[in-house]
């Protein structure tokens, strides 16, 4: 038994990492139709994975250890945050192991480290991206926290895993903080995975950057890693945003079985196909805000899932206790 | 009794998202997007007053429903949208209190008010009692609009939110005021615009701009 539920583990890890260019691929693809230019081909973020991994490492002289190192960090971070979300089944080691608040915690981690290997050279673009990154993490940061406790209101627990079996128990329940907590979570996923409002991830403009300007000095397989952990963690956040918002087919405590498991991925892929088209029209029709009116958009993320809880304590208490 | 229940939450789905326009509004620079948001909220204010009817089964809070259709979500925002064409109006000016601190403002004002209803709303009947709390919150975020806009465009418009919450507190609270009452205040409100778009040409003429601190002074240097 154990085996099998950590073969599940492994090969639900083993998907995540997979289909996460597939995820970033599709997002450019689906933002290319929209505003009328030729898309790329689908699987154009693997052709470049590969590219970058045949090419040799080009390094700074001055550059430490902790430049090389991070983005085996960031890339293991990413995995493990993979495998701690419940995008296919909640019954598994790794999800039972650490709640959303450790989470988050992983997150951070992988900022801070990013972050330091930035200023690590010492060229300007690059310490100007840490510090813009650093300051709309610590914005974006208290905003996701709020959303999560939403959750963790509305169902009594802070596992993501129990959060969907929650809400596998009780499918009919519509709490108006809901609302409020899911487009707060929206405006940070945005925000954290450097897509439009805040960040623009196709810019070659180096003064607008900020996640763009962290990469600038990195080359060859080092770039792949870190390229390939920023597509894992837009599809995290996605997943994350999939196990509070939508579980639907995500296999539950308990209910075993390959055919709910083929069930799951292909909700999965479904949900995914429907959240890249969403996440192209956003930024098709939306503009990148100024930099110092990131504040004002996190801010207002901040306020909605608070909004949010206050809702849930006026409004929600009374119709399902 | 389920289904009543299955309204019940419908209709404090859309009190929340009453409540989240009355933030877009707090949030948004441009006058038109001010317009449209509460076209919104008319429609919202509209099918919430439809469930309520529904579940009550009262006919008279069906024609208060189309009367909140007719003026608020189609005649109010057409009559704003043509006067801020004809002022060329679109933007209020960056308002008195920065928009992340207004926000703030708000969030206490929210907390005030669902403290404030928590006793009246045990006392009511209803099923929609809960939602007395966002009614009051709406009322209270369409006074700091007032309060914060520098323009008389927008002011107008948060006047417009007021009444708009209004109205909901009362199909909340006590299913809907008396049809005379309610026929009279629309009356009122469209009477209430088309004075105040006279005023805006006044202001402008005298003062060449719609910013209403001119107004402060009595005399001019």
Known sequence: ?321 | MLKSHLIAQLVNLLAAGLLLISFAMLSRRRTQRLILLYAWQGAILCLSTCLVAYDAGLTELYYSAALTLILKVIGLPWILHRLIERLGAQWDREPVVNIPLTMLIGLVLVIFAFGLAQPISEMATTITRNTLGIALAVILLSFLMMITRRKAVTQVIGFLAMENGLFFAATSATYGMPMVIELGIALDVLVGVFILGIFFFQIREQFDSLDLHHLEALKED
């Open chain 1, 1 to 321: 038994m154990r085996e099998i539920t950590l073969a599940r583990q492994l090969g639900e890890v083993a998907l995540a990492i997979a289909i996460a260019p597939l995820f970033t691929g599709w997002i450019a693809q689906c933002r290319a139709w929209m505003q009328n230019r030729s898309a790329p081909p689908l699987l154009q973020p693997y052709r470049m994975l590969r590219k970058l991994f045949q090419k040799d490492v080009a390094l700074a002289t001055e550059a430490s250890p902790l430049f090389r190192a991070t983005p085996y960090v960031l890339f293991g971070t990413m995995v493990l945050a993979a495998a701690i979300i419940p995008s296919l089944a909640t019954d598994l080691p790794f999800a039972q192991a650490a709640d959303a608040i450790a989470l988050i915690g992983l997150f951070a981690t992988a900022r801070v480290f990013q972050s330091l290997a930035a200023m690590d050279i010492g060229t300007a673009f690059g310490t100007m991206g840490a510090r813009r990154e650093m300051m709309v993490g610590f914005l974006a940061e208290p905003a996701l926290l709020m959303v999560m406790f939403n959750a963790f209101l509305l169902y009594g627990s802070t596992a993501l895993p129990s959060l969907v079996d929650g809400y596998a128990a009780h499918p009919a329940l519509i709490d108006p903080s809901v609302i409020f907590a899911a487009i707060a979570f929206l405006m940070v996923l945005l925000a954290e995975n450097a897509r439009i409002p805040i960040d623009n991830p196709a810019t070659h403009l180096e003064l607008t950057m900020i996640h763009e300007a962290m990469l600038l000095e990195y080359s060859a397989r080092h770039l792949a890693l870190m390229e390939w952990a920023s597509s894992l963690k837009l599809f995290n956040y996605a997943c994350v945003g999939f196990a509070l918002f939508f579980p639907w087919g995500i296999a539950t405590h308990g209910v075993d079985g390959t055919g709910t498991l083929l069930l799951a991925i292909v909700a999965l892929l479904g949900k995914l196909a429907v959240a890249g088209a969403v996440l192209a029209l956003i930024e098709s029709i939306s503009a990148k805000l100024r930099l110092f009116r990131a504040p004002e958009y996190l801010a207002i993320a901040f306020l909605l899932a608070v909004l949010g809880l206050l809702v849930h304590l006026l409004l929600g208490a009374n119709t399902h206790a």
